[in-house]
């Protein structure tokens, strides 16, 4: 295994910006990155950039221009040693920086969420729905049965664009009779 | 009996695999995640999956269930009485914490403290031991006990979690867990074996 003769002399800390990295899947910023890794742990700032300085160079990391901010991200080879070493970050700590990044990650969705697709069901017909989901709530969903997959791919493109539309003008007709 | 365990997961969830390797039955202690790696070692080694008991209700013990029960359909999925709810409830099985979509199935049966559960030669004793969650569980079956997240190597279960409680877990391994044979190996849901014994003397939380 070529990371074998790394085992001995390869820091924990690392290990733990290539987790937090991994799970965050998505590019990063210095600040975010190290506001997550040392929140949870007691790793030192200046041990962990030069960790993460490090990783630069070993190309498990890779940096890029971001605006304003530059932005840092896992690469396949950083995955790959993480996965070769993953039994090596305490479970302690690799639980509560899941924790840490997966509320971070949530705390940054959309506060509502249009989902739309389609599936085909037994009869051959395709089912297309539009979903508008706010906070984890289904706040409206309608369904439309399609005969073919062309006209399936159709409708939901139309759902995705006019999502809020068909939301408000759908509520106003409900509404206008109802006292 | 042979034990195997597995780790699966983001989290490294330990799954179990035990079996008598007269008659083939297995039975699995949690099913975390990677549904394959399980069922692969059953392929491999022709048993008879019959049951699939949770320690306790948490994403990361229960995401392969529903694969493994479509898989296996005759296999009986068990869980604690009090832990139940988790199974439909995403903000108790903190899934709603993970990135992906999360299919649990219902469970076939519950079970108490001090059921038992049986397959082929080997009869493993329920023991309710709340304060990770409400309805956790560790199982005995002669020097063994699965411990799931109640007690690990050197540290114990988190007790932050919706339903968790360090009174209760407290309470369960030091009036419970700590009152079973020195020789007890326990195997955790994170992380390496220990025993009874060692734990007493060596546990960071609770020490006797
Ligand atoms: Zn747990
Ligand atoms: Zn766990």
Redesign the interface.
């Known amino acids: 295994m070529p990371y074998l003769k790394l085992q001995k002399e390869f820091p924990i800390i690392k290990l733990i910006i290539l987790f937090v990295l991994k799970n965050y899947n998505k590019p990063i910023t210095n600040h975010l990155l190290s506001e997550l890794t040392l929140k949870e742990t007691d790793i030192d700032y200046f041990n962990m950039q030069k960790c993460l300085y490090e990783l630069l160079g070993e190309n498990w990391v890779r940096l890029f221009k971001g605006d304003p901010n530059n932005l840092y991200e896992i690469t396949d080879e950083g995955k790959k040693v993480l996965e070769y070493f993953k039994t090596k970050v305490p479970f302690i700590i690799r639980d509560k920086l899941f924790f840490a990044v997966n509320a971070q990650l949530k705390s940054e969705e959309p506060q509502s969420k249009i989902i739309s697709d389609f599936d085909v069901s037994e009869n051959g017909q395709f089912n297309v729905y539009l979903k508008i989901i706010e906070k984890d709530d289904l706040l409206f969903e309608l369904n439309i049965n399609v005969g073919s997959r062309e006209l399936a791919l159709k409708t939901k493109e139309y759902f995705e664009n006019n999502a809020m539309e068909i939301y408000l003008n759908t509520t106003q007709n409900v509404m206008k009779d109802i006292k | 009996m042979k034990i195997v365990c597995i780790?699966v997961g983001?989290?490294?969830s330990n799954s179990y695999i035990l079996y008598d390797e007269v008659y083939k039955e297995a039975i699995i202690f949690d099913c975390g995640d990677e549904p394959e790696k399980i069922s692969d070692y059953i392929e491999k080694h022709n048993l008879n999956l019959k049951y699939i008991i949770l320690t306790h209700g948490h994403f990361d013990h229960i995401m392969a269930a529903s694969e493994l029960k479509l898989k296996y359909p005759d296999a009986k999925l068990g869980i604690h009485a009090d832990e139940e709810k988790f199974l439909s409830d995403k903000t108790l099985s903190?899934s709603?914490?993970?990135?992906y979509s999360v299919k649990i199935p219902a469970a076939d049966f519950t079970f108490e403290n001090n059921d038992k559960i049986t397959t082929g030669t080997n009869t493993f004793t329920v023991i309710h031991t709340p304060g990770h969650t409400l309805g956790s569980c560790c199982f005995l079956c002669e020097d063994i006990l699965i411990s799931g997240d109640t007690l690990?190597k050197q540290?114990i279960g988190?007790c932050d979690f919706p339903t968790g409680s360090m009174p209760k877990i407290e309470n369960s391994i030091v009036n419970i867990l700590y009152k079973l044979n020195d020789n007890t190996k326990v195997y955790p849901g994170?992380?390496e074996p220990t025993t009874i014994g060692y734990e007493k003397k060596n546990n960071c939380f609770f020490r006797i």
Request: hydrophobic share 35%.
């Open positions: 780790s983001e989290l490294q903190l709603d914490f993970v990135p690990f540290s988190r994170h992380g």
